[in-house]
């Protein structure tokens, strides 16, 4: 046991001392990916619809919130807080916790939206002209803000305003009488349900129910070809398809292989306070952070790989200032 222990232990100072470079580094990377994914979508030119446009915009916009008030702010401050002591002095933790809670769930479920959204587009053509569309497509995004910011607010009143600084398992001081009380378990319960375990669902089943359409799809229109045809020639409507769904199973692959880990603890330890104890090693959680905020700058080179014309459009941006320093010299 004190063996295991100590193994624990061992293994948790490894990843405490590894976070020292990886958060910075992080968030050194994230930040400017983000703003330049949202810099270049927002352009236009990247062949997409404005529906998927509007949704890949707000993804890396969600994503650069959840840098700036989880991994900024948050991790990054207990990581080195030792060098960050005076933030217990600042009286806004239970603000900062509505916010980086509101920009967790808007960045995860816009992923679902836009899973939900390439579900219609590639198995509804009927629904397809009604549903994917830019206005429909900002109410839902507008929606689900203003959801995730009001499910989010009774942090508020649970958190105090001053900062613990650590992991285990809050990041605020909790006002006294509430740590070990039910509603409490079953309110941090209830919220990890539905961020991220109910989207984890909501996007296997999407997926899978759009794989069995294309597939469906894809073998009548094939059949249907070598009828009228007696070959088999090029379908540009297959190709669309296949890019529609390399962008969205590659997208919503990354989430769900980021957040596994950190779904699975935080359900499980939120039994614990339930009285249904699981012990799990604290490096875990650890891990799922990293993990998790890792999804949160992915995106970018996602689309860098899948979609030509954003690379395109990357390397115009990064060749811009180049050519105008040129032109000056000249």
Known sequence: ?????LIKLQILWAIEDTQKIYYPVLAAVGVPVNVVTIAV???GKCGLSKC???Y??????ADLMVIIFDLILRQIPITYREQFGFVRSIP????HAVLLYAATDCSVWFTVTFTFDRFIAICSPKLRTRYCTDKTATIVLGTVTGVSILKNIPWFFLYTSRYWLTNSPWFCLVIIGVTRSLVWATFEFMH???????PFILILLLNALTVRSILVANKARRRLQLRNNGDSPADPEMANRRKSMILLFVISGNFLVLWVVFMIYYILKRLDYLGIPVPLPTFVSEIGFMLQLLSCCTNTFIYAVTQSKFRDELMNGVKYPFAKLIALIR
């Open 1 to 5: 046991m004190a063996l295991s222990f």
């Open 41 to 43: 979508l927002s352009r």
């Open 52 to 54: 998927v446009t509007r």
């Open 56 to 61: 890949l915009v707000a993804m890396a916009e």
């Open 92 to 95: 806004l933790c239970n603000i």
């Open 192 to 198: 990890y349900i539905v961020t991220p375990f109910i």
